[in-house]
């Protein structure tokens, strides 16, 4: 008896003298979720989770969202707390710059770490300002993209009009300005702006359509920034080629950019059908105002086409950009003519 008793009491101590395995904790599994309420300055991102895993799992001590404008953001970018209880909840955005893209991620923090959800990405709305140019006092729309600001319409200075069979292709007219509106053949401005063309007003949805010498105002091509004024009023420039290139790369590039510039969902359209991958969510609302050339108008709904203040570097020709219907580009390529009649966007200085 007294055996077994000694048995058992050794067993015991030995129980009681082995190490203790060391306690790891587990990080908490987490889903970013839907971002929803988007405005220029804020948004909310609704139905994040938090799962505790398997394991032995310490408490959390925060979630919350986080986000940047650069990608995979953390907890050291901007971030919100909101609670502690492992279980769906909603983060709401402040202080977002408008028409910005932001990467956001769910977290939450526990004793073991941080662990995050997947990243979601959304552009926060358009904020369009005005501006009045004083030689007609004419309103346009504008919007800033990435660090520039950009007139969100064409121009539409009228000084003078002509039909489009008169240009400076003809004998003696080399050096002239001219100034189209598509469709009209006439020389009366107060005429051209009223003219309508199936029930649309070409002058006010298109603008004016320049020549070279009119949008370039007898200034010479540059690649320097800001560009040559030009046509456009005090303050802002036509943009050259660095310039236009500087708005694609910002919009993912020239094989994409066309979608994130071309008006959408309007009535009357302003593109023809298909007006493929269109959005608009630079807002630099871009038309198809087609072009005026030494034997017609054409391209109205199918193109839309802006003179570039550079010269085509392997040619000596002027610069062009332009976008079609049916193509996700945003083109800037070369004139043959600098006769031709194409429609300007100012970018301000």
């Known amino acids: 008896m007294k055996r077994h008793v000694l048995l058992l009491a050794i067993g015991a ?3 009681q003298c082995t190490p203790q395995e060391a306690v790891i904790y587990t990080l908490p599994s987490v889903t970013t979720g839907e971002i929803t309420a988007i405005t220029t300055t804020t948004a909310t991102c609704s139905n994040n989770k938090v799962t505790l895993q398997l394991g032995i799992v310490a408490a959390l001590t925060v979630r919350g969202v986080c986000w940047n404008t650069t990608g995979n953001p953390t907890t050291e970018d ?9 279980e769906t909840f909603t983060g709401n955005l402040t202080g977002l710059t408008p028409n910005t893209t932001y990467y956001v991620r769910a977290y939450a923090t526990n004793f073991s770490g941080t662990a995050y959800g997947e990243q979601k990405k959304f552009t926060s709305a358009i904020e369009y300002g005005s501006f009045t140019d004083p030689r007609d006092d004419h309103v346009y729309k504008t919007v800033t993209i990435g660090e520039q600001v950009w007139m969100a319409e064409n121009l539409a200075y009228l000084p003078s009009v002509v039909g489009w ?3 400076s292709e003809d004998e003696g007219n080399e050096s002239n300005s001219y100034y189209y509106v598509y469709g009209y053949d006439g020389t009366d401005v107060a005429a051209a702006k009223a003219y309508e063309d199936g029930g649309q007003n070409n002058y006010q949805t298109y603008g004016v359509l320049y020549n070279w010498n009119a949008a370039m105002n007898g200034q010479e091509s540059t690649e320097a920034n800001p560009s040559v004024q030009g046509v456009c009023p005090d303050g802002w420039h036509l943009p050259n080629h660095p310039e236009w290139k500087q708005l694609t790369d910002y919009l993912g590039g020239d094989s994409v950019a066309g979608d994130r510039m071309k008006e ?9 059908f298909p007006n493929t991958g269109a959005t608009n969510d630079s807002g630099f609302t871009a038309r198809a105002g087609g072009g005026r050339d030494p034997y017609s108008f054409s391209g109205l709904m199918e193109s839309g086409t802006w003179w570039v203040a550079s010269l085509y570097p392997l040619y000596p020709y002027n610069e062009m950009a332009s976008l079609s219907y049916d193509s996700h580009e945003a083109s800037v390529w070369f004139a043959y003519f600098k006769e031709v009649g194409y429609s300007v966007r100012c970018v301000k200085d």
């Open 13 to 15: 101590l030995l129980i």
């Open 264 to 272: 959408n969902n309007c009535f009357p359209p302003t593109w023809f």
């Open 78 to 86: 901007s971030k919100t707390e909101d609670g502690v209880v492992a």
């Open 165 to 167: 069979a008169t240009g």
